[in-house]
């Protein structure tokens, strides 16, 4: 079974507008962390936001926030005000415990003026 | 953030040869450091887990004595893909992590790596 699902392989979101980016996440380990990273075309994987099992509120990173609920498995990134220099490809990755990461096959983002 | 760098950033190589990728965490030292590599339009996939002065531990399907790695200090690893072939062209990327529990993984820019 997948660890990681995102179920969305591409969005598209006009600028400046909100966007969704769905992830559910498989774990027995009640100790897990859970991250998104941005991959634009040029190949880096760019940190974005982190959310630990054991964290009371959602976190938040400027437009970056992650609406984490616990009960369904579900970490879904939130990015407001989208922008062009959004367009990206972006990865849902869980780590357990002290395991290496996990990653999701990734959702391509393309914003549009 | 913490900065990863990997060398050379693209190599052409004929099929064969062997090419050395390096991966360097310039201003922290790497505990543990991660190879993955990735083919077009498709997410990482781990190859090896490395800790500084031991073995790498390697995924399942990843043929250690093709990929050979080396993490001799907290600052550097290095991947050696032995003999080339064209299906070894790929995408190949380093992280870094250090002893923090909540540590992120830094990510280096990548190495893409064309066998011909």
């Known amino acids: 079974a997948q660890k990681i699902t995102q179920t969305q392989p591409g969005m598209f979101v006009q600028e400046k507008e909100a966007v969704t980016l769905d992830c559910t996440y498989d774990?027995?380990?009640?100790?897990?962390?859970l991250f998104w990273y941005k991959q634009p075309s040029s190949g880096e994987m760019i940190f974005l936001i982190y959310?630990?099992?054991?964290?009371?509120q959602n976190a938040t990173e400027g437009r970056y926030s992650l609406n984490f609920q616990k009960a369904r498995k579900s970490a879904n990134l939130v990015i407001s005000a989208s922008q062009l220099g959004d367009s990206a490809m972006y990865f849902c990755a869980m780590r357990e415990g002290w395991s290496t990461l996990t990653f999701g096959k990734g959702t391509m983002l393309l914003v549009s003026p | 953030g913490a900065v990863v760098s990997q060398h050379p950033s693209w190599v052409i190589c004929k099929s064969g040869t062997s090419v050395k990728i390096e991966c360097r965490s310039l201003d922290f030292q790497a505990t543990t450091m991660f190879w993955y590599r990735q083919f077009p339009k498709q997410s990482l996939m781990l190859m090896a887990t490395?800790?500084?002065?031991?073995?790498?531990?390697?995924e399942q399907g990843v043929e250690k004595d093709k990929f050979l790695i080396n993490h001799a200090s907290l600052t550097l690893s290095t991947l050696t893909v032995t003999s080339a072939h064209p299906e070894d062209s790929s995408f190949y990327i380093c992280s870094a992590r250090t002893r923090e529990a909540r540590s992120e993984q830094f990510f280096g820019p990548g190495t893409r790596l064309t066998v011909l």
């Open positions: 490395s800790n500084e002065g031991s073995k790498a531990t390697y």
């Open positions: 959310q630990g099992s054991y964290d009371q």
């Open positions: 774990t027995s380990d009640p100790s897990y962390g």
